[in-house]
């Protein structure tokens, strides 16, 4: 949503280390502070966001092979977000390095109140579920979902 959008690192994004790896941060934002940091620590980093493009490369983003895709509390933030998990599973599978392979899909949940009763905020809208109410809907589209607190890491071919 437009009016979500925080001018901060996502904790999703302080977990990318090692080589530099080529990303996509899914839903970046109004504010390019989490991609900064990724390029900072030299990834290659493109932002897509569909409420800001101002702010992101949302003409590039599906021309640029990844290794990893971010997104970054995203699904938490919209009424309907099956068609964003089958978008980042296109994504993963049609614009991996390796084509035998995906890139891995990582995405952060923010909770909310955890009363899973969706509402509209001063923000925009929150969907108020916990992590583990997104878990079928990834396992659908993803061969191997792992969930580590309100992370998951998705990853493997078309199911």
């Not at 640029?64 to 970054?72: E, G, S, V």
């Not at 929150?126 to 309100?150: A, D, S």
């Amino acid at each position: 949503m437009k009016t979500t959008s925080i001018n901060h690192v996502p904790a999703l994004h302080k977990m990318v280390d090692g080589v530099p790896l080529t990303i996509l941060d899914y839903g970046s934002g109004k504010y390019k502070t989490g991609m900064e940091y990724l390029r900072d620590k030299g990834h290659e980093v493109v932002g897509f966001d569909p409420f800001h493009f101002e702010h992101t490369d949302n003409d590039l983003y599906t021309l640029i092979n990844y290794d990893i895709i971010l997104c970054a509390n995203v699904l938490n933030v919209v009424e309907d977000y099956e068609p964003i998990i089958i978008e980042l599973k296109r994504l993963s599978k049609e614009n991996s390095l390796d084509p035998s392979l995906t890139a891995t899909v990582y995405i952060s949940i923010y909770a909310g109140n955890g009363s899973s009763n969706g509402k509209v905020t001063t923000k925009g809208y929150q969907r108020n579920e916990k992590p583990k109410e997104y878990l079928h809907l990834l396992e659908k589209y993803f061969n191997l979902v792992v969930r580590k607190g309100n992370m998951f890491v998705c990853m493997g071919g078309l199911k």
